[in-house]
């Protein structure tokens, strides 16, 4: 199974992509998570890639793709993995089929999770991750057990730079032109589904575990 998940910042890729992990032992392959932790390991990679995130700027195709090249060679890839926030332009979307055709592989789905602009703005305000193991929380809609502490790991909790409001507006904006316009390369392949993001954690994950039972 190789799926690849969609939709707006904020619209729950990351908290469906860790349980979907989970459950049918995916690999799970985050642009977004990779760069924030490259950056904690003060990799030049990831200082580089947070000069641009924190005003909530694209970083660049060509980065991007390769650490994402270099991600679908290790072994764990190889037979399932889960793709969440790559990729995010259509010269993205075809380094991505480029490199699946050179391993003789495709995706078996795209699936897009749809959200209002006012609940997006809800989740990614009220945001809260683990600076330690990148779990990701919510002031109201996910509290932790403890304040500020991971239920998981123990790791303080942090707001990330590019959700502060004047980067989450660049991002919407971002999201709308450069990224929207992959959802038409996708349809026409006819491997595009839509999942409403609107309800609750459970109703979003069972929602997509039932087009990953139509579609496998
Ligand atoms: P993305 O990876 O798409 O940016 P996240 O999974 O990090 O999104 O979710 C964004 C925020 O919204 C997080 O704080 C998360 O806890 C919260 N959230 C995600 N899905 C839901 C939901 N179905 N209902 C309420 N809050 C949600
Ligand atoms: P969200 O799901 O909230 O949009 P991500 O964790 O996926 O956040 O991404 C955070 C930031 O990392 C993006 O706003 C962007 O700056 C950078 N980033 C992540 N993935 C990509 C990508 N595929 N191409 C370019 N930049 C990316
Ligand atoms: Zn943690």
Redo the contacts with the bound molecule.
């Keep these: 199974m190789k799926l690849l998940l969609m939709g707006p ?2 619209a729950g ?2 908290s469906q992509s860790e349980r979907l992990v989970k459950d049918f032992e995916l690999t799970s392959i ?4 990779m ?1 924030r932790e490259s950056h904690r390991n003060e990799e030049p990679l990831g200082i580089e890639a947070m000069r ?2 924190e005003r ?4 660049a195709d060509d980065i ?1 793709n390769e650490i994402v090249r270099k991600r679908l060679l290790k072994e764990d890839a190889e037979r399932c993995f889960i793709l ?5 332009t259509v010269s ?1 979307a075809k380094a991505l089929d480029d490199m699946l055709a050179k391993m003789r592989s495709k995706l078996t789905a795209v699936i897009n999770i749809t959200v209002d602009k006012k609940a997006i703005l809800e989740r ?1 305000v009220g945001r809260r991750v683990c600076k330690q193991c990148g779990l990701s929380y919510h002031l109201a809609f996910k509290p932790t057990r403890q304040d500020g502490i991971c239920d998981v790991c123990g790791g303080t909790l942090y707001q990330r730079p ?1 959700d502060q409001l004047e980067s989450v507006r660049n ?1 919407l904006e971002i999201y709308e032109s450069k990224t929207q316009p992959l959802l038409a390369y996708y349809k026409g392949r006819g491997i595009l589904r839509e999942v409403d993001g609107m309800q609750s954690f459970d109703a979003v994950y069972q929602a997509i575990c039932a087009v990953l039972k139509e579609l496998t």
């Design positions: 910042p904020g890729k990351g985050s642009t977004g998570q760069f641009y995130i909530g700027e694209l970083v991007t969440d926030g790559y990729p995010r993205q990614m590019d991002r």
